[in-house]
């Protein structure tokens, strides 16, 4: 009789112990997982829907790596004023409201001179696809001289973007680096792009590779602005359902971006993108994803408004 309650004692006790190390291994997964998200979208960041931080200091961003020093960027900004280099822009004298933010975002190659009025002057950060790096090798003295204090994020995958010395990218980074010993430049890690990778099924349901989409620059640059930004006004960029809407009551055409005058309907080109079987943009798609952040985050749309 004595065996056998002992043998059930034994059994408690380990019963006991197989309990307490589970919930220890789920606390430490989920702790550890916790702070992987941190590390790349803040405490704050996209994915658990809460306010912006109301912190005001700089801090470190470790998805993205400076090509000069390799220490993460260090930045933080009040009001974030995000361009579009959409045709919308144009005829909008948008240029003043724009330059009095804390920080100006442009993307890729868009220009201000001889746009000014109606996007600005200032660029505090300009988001850079690896494919567009070419069009910035063409104006290096434009983009990276001196005096010009911008800050540069460049995007791509790991192929281009490697630090062993085999990427092709990185590598014409790093030239323009050494030219011009002053200027910024960045670069984002693989975790980081993977974790993009990651945000747009979460949230759209759809593997990126195996549903043949790029990300675009847009998708990239939102991204970043809402881990560096408190708050963020984004001018030019329609909604997901303003081609369909605006295009069935006549409403004018406009150039894809604004400092290409002849170039494709902005409207004709989402669609091709949209549509596309394999290596698009899916523009529409993005949108309605930062309609859905905006409901959660202090962003703000104007030429045109949301809604």
């Known amino acids: ?34 702070l992987l998200l941190q590390s790349y979208l803040g405490q704050n960041g996209i994915l658990n829907r809460t306010a912006f931080t109301n ?5 470190d961003h470790p998805g993205y790596i400076s090509v000069t020093t390799q220490q993460p960027l260090h930045l933080h900004c009040d009001l974030c004023s995000v361009v579009s280099s959409s045709g919308q822009m144009l005829g909008q004298q948008a240029g003043r409201a724009i330059d009095q933010s804390a920080c100006v975002w442009r993307m890729n190659n868009a220009p201000t001179v001889g746009f000014e009025t109606d996007v600005g002057t200032r660029t505090s950060v300009r988001v850079v696809s690896h494919t567009s790096v070419p069009l910035l090798q063409q104006r290096q003295r434009h983009y990276f001289a001196e005096a010009n204090e911008t800050i540069y994020v460049v995007w791509g995958p790991y192929r281009n973007m490697r630090r062993d010395g085999k990427g092709a990218t990185y590598n014409e980074l790093r030239k323009m680096a050494r030219n011009y010993p002053h200027a910024k430049i960045y670069v984002t890690t693989e975790e980081r792009m993977n974790y993009c990778d990651k945000i747009f099924k979460l949230e759209t349901g759809k593997d990126r590779v195996l549903s043949g989409t790029y990300l675009s620059t847009g998708w990239f640059t939102l991204v970043l602005a809402m881990d560096v930004c408190h708050k963020i006004h984004i001018f030019g960029m329609v909604n997901d359902t303003y ?3 605006h295009r069935a009551g006549g409403h004018k055409k406009v150039p894809y971006h604004y400092y290409e ?20 943009h899916r523009f529409i798609t993005e949108k309605a994803v930062f309609a859905k952040w905006a409901k ?10 949301s809604g």
Request: overall charge negative.
């Open 1 to 34: 009789m004595i065996k056998g309650f002992d043998r059930r004692k034994s059994i408690l006790v380990l019963s006991s112990i197989l309990v307490v190390s589970l919930f220890v291994a789920v606390v430490h997964y989920t702790h550890d997982n916790s």
């Open 243 to 245: 081609c369909r809407f």
């Open 296 to 305: 959660y985050h202090s962003i703000t749309f104007s030429h045109p408004a």
């Open 261 to 280: 005058a002849g170039g494709l309907d902005e409207c004709a080109e989402y669609a091709l993108h949209e549509n596309a079987l394999y290596g698009g």
């Open 55 to 59: 912190d005001q200091q700089p801090r």
